[in-house]
């Protein structure tokens, strides 16, 4: 029965945020725009649109780093791989596609093996990554930096070296990152350094951490509702280095972050795979040496099976943990009411 609820609330939540258009297919699509064919070039494309027009591209592997700098435009992709070309050709170095302009709206392709970014946006406004996959790029899967507004729904990202989705340097980012599936990555979801915006059901699961909200990085993190998610098995092991620890078996952390609404998410089984400088189904902590998370309200969520549900340094203010659905904290009191 929770799965059936579980998709009706992503068919929900999906026509709520495009307006019931993001699987309308090509019936949709504006008549101006250009088709490429395996073997043709998607960039050469892009170059020869105007602003509002829709390429369409027919299968096959593309190897190519895209770049778009004209606002409005439209991709999709029916088929459509877009590997590493033999020396990168966009200023945004090794990535599949780069956003520069506003308005842009990237679906249905497979990004793979990028050394950088799968798919990304750099100072982009209403950029919109829908139905995508995005498979073992080397930092990020599907990222914005320094963007508003930015639209990341129903993608699949795996195998990042960093985050399969990750939204940052931005304090005003206005996102919302709904519907996605994202698992082994380092981190699920990551949020650093950005503030508002919305992550809901989405699937996050067999990741070190699962979602990451992390202030001081340089700036604040937080003011995000999080909600409907399904944040499970995240048992994998980080890598350790000089500057961080080994960390294993999170669901969710917030570091020092400020603001957030945590409601109506299950966060089940996230457990250590072994050593590990802290575990747990939800951790609210300062950032070491750095700013206490304030103002956040954890409430209503089922958090079960975690080493343990809930863990808190009790540090910062104004932080509301209650009326969850748990069985373990530290401290100890966190899950009787």
């Not at 190519?64 to 170095?93: F, N, Y």
């Not at 899967?141 to 931005?170: C, H, P, Q, R």
């Amino acid at each position: 029965m929770r799965r059936i609820i579980l998709a009706f609330m992503l068919a929900l939540v999906m026509a709520a945020i495009t307006g019931g258009t993001a699987f309308a297919g090509f019936a949709s699509a504006k008549p101006n725009g250009d088709v490429v064919h395996p073997g043709q070039s998607i960039q050469k494309a892009i170059n020869a649109a105007s602003p509002g027009d829709t390429i369409v591209v027919l299968g096959g592997v593309h190897r190519e780093s895209v770049l778009i700098k004209k606002g409005g435009i439209s991709l999709r992709g029916v088929d459509a791989v877009i590997k590493p070309p033999a020396k990168p050709t966009s200023s945004c170095g090794a990535s599949g596609f780069c956003v520069q302009a506003d308005n842009v709206s990237i679906s249905g392709f497979t990004v793979r093996n990028f050394k950088d970014f799968g798919i990304v946006a750099f100072g982009a406004k209403n950029a919109k990554f829908v139905h995508n996959r995005a498979f073992n790029n080397g930092e990020y899967g599907i990222t914005a930096f320094s963007s508003t507004g930015t639209k990341i729904l129903s993608n699949l990202t795996s195998g990042s070296d960093e985050a399969g989705i990750y939204v940052g340097d931005s304090p005003h980012a206005d996102a919302t990152v709904a519907a996605n599936e994202t698992y082994d990555n380092e981190f699920g979801i990551l949020v650093r350094n950005a503030l508002h915006g919305k992550i809901v059901a989405n699937q996050v699961h067999n990741n070190c951490l699962g979602m990451v909200f992390l202030a001081d990085a340089p700036g604040p993190a937080g003011a995000f509702d999080v909600s409907g998610n399904e944040v499970a098995n995240n048992t994998r092991a980080c890598r350790a280095t000089e500057e961080s620890p080994r960390v294993s078996g999170v669901g969710m952390v917030l570091l020092g972050a400020r603001g957030m609404e945590i409601r109506g998410n299950h966060i089940i089984h996230n457990v250590p795979s072994g050593p590990t400088a802290f575990s747990g189904g939800i951790v609210v902590s300062k950032v070491p040496g750095g700013t206490a998370p304030t103002n956040n309200t954890v409430v209503g969520n089922t958090i079960l099976r975690n080493k343990p549900d809930i863990l808190w340094d009790k540090s910062g203010s104004g932080n509301r943990l209650t009326l969850n659905n748990c069985k373990t904290s530290k401290p100890g009191s966190l899950c009787k009411g």
